[in-house]
């Protein structure tokens, strides 16, 4: 049977008030509205860059399509360019004068049809450089959005870590001296409890689990010794009684 003096059961209420408090900080800390935000807005910055690299790759891409577009039309205009300067040299023979106007003819509708590519290829790199704009434009608000909301959940858990400091100073003080064994026993019902190890007896009823205790059983724990450690039948926890000028 566990004993401890009455002040010391009546401070341990006071105790299982802070721990509780230290546990809804704690709680607060863990599941702060700014953290699912912070969550959320990591995850569309996330998309957002995925997008940005793939789109750079493309324009990547579309940057050697159009150097390789403008490298056959080069290679054409090159080709009818030496071919007019045959023709005009005087030096070549009809017949050769006859195959090289030909040529030209073919090579003016190469060019045309490679123009055609290039300025398509060109006109596709222009759209995809203004939506790699605009994407970049959307990387970095998204970034400096989460790096604002970064601040702000910094600053609320700051002030949340604050309050838990000051109530494990003040645990500390109410903690100090109270009896070892009740001490031992509280914090072992805790861990099996849920946190809440000790409650106040008002009237019939346990205030740790809102329950009306037996008219036999309140009895019994008014008939014990005052230094007695009590516990509720229908729920385990310690049982501190009312002081007799409170009851």
């Known amino acids: ?14 105790v299982q008030a802070l721990d509780t408090r230290l546990a809804q900080l704690a709680h607060q800390r863990t599941h702060h ?18 997008a940005h690299v793939t789109s750079r790759t493309a324009l ?3 940057k050697r399509e159009l150097a390789k577009a403008e490298q056959d039309v080069e290679q054409v205009r090159t080709r009818a360019t030496r071919d007019r300067t045959r023709m005009e040299s005087g030096s070549a023979s ?3 004068v006859q195959a090289l106007s030909s040529e ?3 090579l ?7 123009e055609e590519v ?12 203004t939506a790699l704009a605009e994407l970049t434009r959307a990387r970095d608000e998204l970034a400096a959005q989460r790096d604002r909301l970064a601040a702000d959940l910094e600053r609320e858990l700051a002030a949340i870590d604050a309050q838990a400091r000051a109530v494990q100073e003040e ?9 070892a064994a009740l001490v031992t026993l509280y914090d072992r019902l805790r861990g099996q409890l849920g946190g809440l190890a000790v409650a106040l007896l008002r009237g019939r009823t346990c205030e740790g689990c809102r329950l009306e205790l037996n008219p036999s059983d309140v009895a019994r724990i008014t008939a014990a010794p005052a230094d007695q450690v009590v516990r509720c039948e229908e729920c385990g926890r310690i049982l501190v009684r009312k002081a007799d000028a409170d009851r």
């Not at 699912?36 to 860059?49: F, G, K, S």
């Not at 596709?124 to 450089?129: D, M, S, V």
């Open 118 to 129: 290039e300025l398509e290829v060109m006109e596709r790199l222009e759209a995809h450089e």
């Open 104 to 106: 030209l003819e073919n």
């Open 60 to 62: 990547g891409d579309l």
């Open 94 to 96: 009809v017949k050769d």
């Open 108 to 114: 003016a509708r190469r060019q045309e049809a490679l």
């Open 1 to 14: 049977m566990t004993t401890a003096p009455v002040a010391d059961q009546q401070r341990l209420l006071e």
């Open 33 to 50: 509205p700014l953290h699912a935000q912070a969550t959320e807005l990591q995850a569309r910055l996330d998309d957002v860059e995925n």
């Open 171 to 179: 645990r500390a003080q109410r903690a100090d001296g109270i009896d």
